[in-house]
């Protein structure tokens, strides 16, 4: 089910940054008495009550021709695109000014539902003061202070109440959604168009090309699979355009649809920090991971070649020592052929249960094999292990001290649990519970 996005907008030192910080719970934003100090989206998960959202901070409007303010516009105007439901924030102390007006006129030609917050409201008294906000024309403000975290609720009620109906996504068993995420230029619309047989996205030398997460099916050897191009994520310090960073959010939310993703190598350019970064986001998704070195036909190689590089990446990647990794080239489409069983394994293992009586085989024999260490005179005694939830496959392991689950003791049971039932492809989760 897709989140809710929520856009904070008003005119600049409104104290957009500091309610966004209050919301999400943690320092992201930058808050500072000087107009403009926020530029561009920052984003964030938040939750009111039960209900998790997508909150985007973002530059004040400002009107003039400077470079600059025509970016902060041009980064509010796509988060007001992509929002949900916007809150209009606007300085109580200040009253109406001549910009406010001018970001009214902005967002009901949005016409997206508004929720109209007066911040700085900081006592009782100065709630008198919020009854010219009626002027804006988006009905009643609500009276908030960032700073005191007053009137907050009240504020978050009304925006939930503005959410869209999510009608939960169908779970199809026999279909597989699976994104391709990698740094710019990496080939990932090349990919997309030859698993697709047909120029689908746009491909271009110039990174950047693609913008927004494209889904498109196709159907291969009697299965159904849904692929997502993603925009190519740049490092946080290289980021120019002014849908940029938008579009990280978007491949994060790909992500977040996919049973498994493929991360992407330029088999020319090596492995990056950023590589590994990436990569990372999928893993701590919980999702499968594939990890795809393209551009193999551009390397100079021998026999030893493919070995070398498979080594660099296990090395680099440790991570996701249970991801295989697949050589090919998107542009002549050698070695294509290799990657889609591999995708349709990793959702088979990310799916997969095993029965519990033979799990605690396997776990019994682990303990065997090698007992539990012991940790201040007290030793790790486990009782019983059960398979609890897929997608990723997670087991909770009842022992008599949680506290003794030693991590590599936990590796050591992971390891062997994939020995005896595979799961390439998919992370496992365990989790040590005290047995009541």
């Not at 168009?193 to 047909?198: A, D, I, T």
């Not at 925009?231 to 980021?239: H, Y």
């Not at 005896?420 to 992370?427: I, L, Q, S, V, Y």
Request: hydrophobic share 40%.
């Amino acid at each position: 089910m897709r989140k809710s996005v929520v856009a904070v907008v008003g005119r600049p030192n409104v104290g957009k940054s500091t309610i966004f910080n209050r919301l999400v719970g943690e320092r992201i934003s930058i808050v500072e008495d000087t107009p403009g100090v926020t530029r561009d989206r920052i984003y964030s998960e938040a939750e009111w009550l039960t209900t998790e959202f997508n909150l985007i901070d973002t530059g004040g409007i400002e009107l003039g021709d400077e470079p600059l303010l025509v970016q902060m516009r041009a980064q509010a105007q796509v988060a007001i695109e992509e929002a949900d439901v916007i809150i209009f924030m606007v300085n109580g102390r200040d009253g109406i000014t001549g910009a406010d007006e001018e970001v009214a006129k902005i967002l009901f030609k949005s016409n997206k539902p508004v929720v109209l917050a007066v911040n700085k409201i900081d006592n009782p008294k100065m709630q008198e003061d919020i009854y010219e906000f009626y002027a804006l024309g988006f009905g009643e403000p609500f009276p908030i202070s960032g700073t005191h975290g007053l009137g907050l609720g009240d504020l978050l009620d009304e925006v939930v109440n503005h959410f869209p109906e999510r009608e939960p996504m169908v779970e199809d068993d026999d279909l597989i959604r699976f994104s391709v995420i990698g740094r710019p230029n990496v080939g990932k619309s090349s990919l997309v168009n030859s698993l697709l047989g047909q120029e689908r996205v746009i491909v271009s030398d110039i990174a950047g090309t693609t913008r927004d997460a494209i889904d498109s099916s196709f159907t291969k050897d009697g299965r159904d699979y849904i692929i997502i191009d993603t925009a190519g994520m740049r490092k946080r310090g290289k980021i120019y355009e002014n849908t940029e960073k938008y579009s990280i959010m978007r491949a994060l939310k790909a992500i977040e649809r996919s049973d498994v993703v493929l991360a992407m190598i330029d088999a020319e350019a090596g492995i990056l920090e950023q590589d590994k970064k990436i990569a990372g986001y999928a893993h701590e998704a919980g999702k499968g991971v594939i990890i795809v070195v393209n551009k193999w036909d551009t390397v100079d190689k021998d026999e030893q070649s493919m070995k070398e590089f498979e080594d660099k990446v296990k090395q680099q990647f440790q991570y996701l020592d249970y991801a295989p990794i697949v050589f090919l080239s998107a542009k002549t489409k050698k070695r294509i052929h290799t990657l889609l069983p591999k995708v349709l394994q990793a959702s088979e293992n990310h799916t997969k249960r095993v029965q519990t009586n033979i799990l605690n085989e396997v776990v019994m024999d682990a303990l065997a094999i090698k007992p539990a260490p012991s940790i201040k005179g007290q030793r790790l005694k486990i009782f019983y292990v059960t398979q609890v939830s897929v997608k990723p496959p997670s087991f909770v392991v009842f022992v008599n001290d949680s506290q003794l689950m030693h991590f590599s003791y936990e590796r050591f049971l992971e390891n062997r649990i994939r020995e005896a039932f595979g799961f390439e492809g998919t992370p496992i989760k365990l989790f040590a519970r005290k047995r009541n």
